[in-house]
């Protein structure tokens, strides 16, 4: 699987969006871009994933770039409860790798300020 | 609530003791992962289970680790002589069929004394 490059820290104001960056530059045709979020001493929490085409869904959207080397989760209006590790992971998607695990980086530190 | 448990949620325990968690995944889900997580690291896979069958384990799985999925649906993970360095969250993920999406327990977190 392809490495990520996230920055450790961010923090974002309350009601404002959080825009997390993701640095994919080995990312291959049939990578897809997943995102995780993993509260403090809690599971990590599936929030979206796609491959080329800009992705949303209740929690998030997904914005990758044309080139496909880099993404940014968006999360409109961050709350409090948003504070989290937010892990950005690229792996393959095909029918002889379904099963296959997530490989975890450091991920992104995401403080939501009051 | 993903629908994933996992029993205990903690577990403290002194050097050399065997230990036991088990994790139940989403019903119907074939795929069980186990994964391990450390302070300030995202987490690391472990082993992974399809069905019944344990189809691929990694270095970090020692011998004194084992894992089964004996009916294809809960699944248990034991540490034999516990050591300091197995402090741990310990995390199971399943999923189903034609989606790779892997959902999260909530981890039972290991310490050992």
């Known amino acids: 699987d392809a490495k990520t490059t996230q920055p450790p820290s961010m923090d974002c104001a309350e009601g404002r969006a959080a825009n997390l960056p993701c640095n994919h530059s080995?990312?291959?045709?049939?990578?897809?871009v997943y995102w995780y979020r993993q509260i403090h001493s809690q599971g990590p929490q599936y929030i979206i994933h796609?491959?080329?085409n800009n992705e949303t869904n209740e929690m998030a959207s997904l914005i990758i770039t044309e080139d496909r080397k880099s993404s940014t989760l968006i999360l409109p209006h961050a709350t409090l409860r948003d504070t989290a590790v937010y892990y950005c992971?690229?792996?393959?998607?095909?029918?002889?790798?379904?099963?296959?695990?997530?490989?975890f980086g450091p991920g992104t530190r995401l403080s939501v300020l009051p | 609530d993903t629908g994933v448990s996992q029993d205990p949620r903690h577990k403290i325990t002194k050097r050399g003791q065997n230990v036991t968690f088990r994790c139940d995944p989403i019903?119907?889900?074939?795929?069980l992962y186990w994964y391990r997580q450390t302070l300030g690291q995202g987490p690391e896979f472990l082993t992974y289970?399809?069905?019944?069958?344990?189809?691929?384990k990694s270095r970090l799985l020692s011998d004194r680790f084992s894992a089964e999925r004996p009916k294809g649906s809960f699944s248990t993970l034991e540490i034999q002589r516990t050591e300091q360095g197995d402090s741990a969250m310990y995390l199971c993920?399943?999923?189903?069929?034609?989606?790779?999406?892997?959902?999260f327990g909530p981890g039972t977190r290991l310490t050992v004394l």
């Open positions: 289970f399809q069905n019944e069958a344990q189809l691929e």
């Open positions: 993920a399943s999923t189903h069929g034609t989606t790779d999406t892997q959902y």
């Open positions: 080995t990312i291959s045709g049939n990578e897809y």
């Open positions: 796609g491959l080329k």
């Open positions: 019903s119907e889900h074939n795929r």
């Open positions: 992971i690229v792996r393959i998607l095909s029918r002889d790798n379904y099963g296959q695990n997530f490989v």
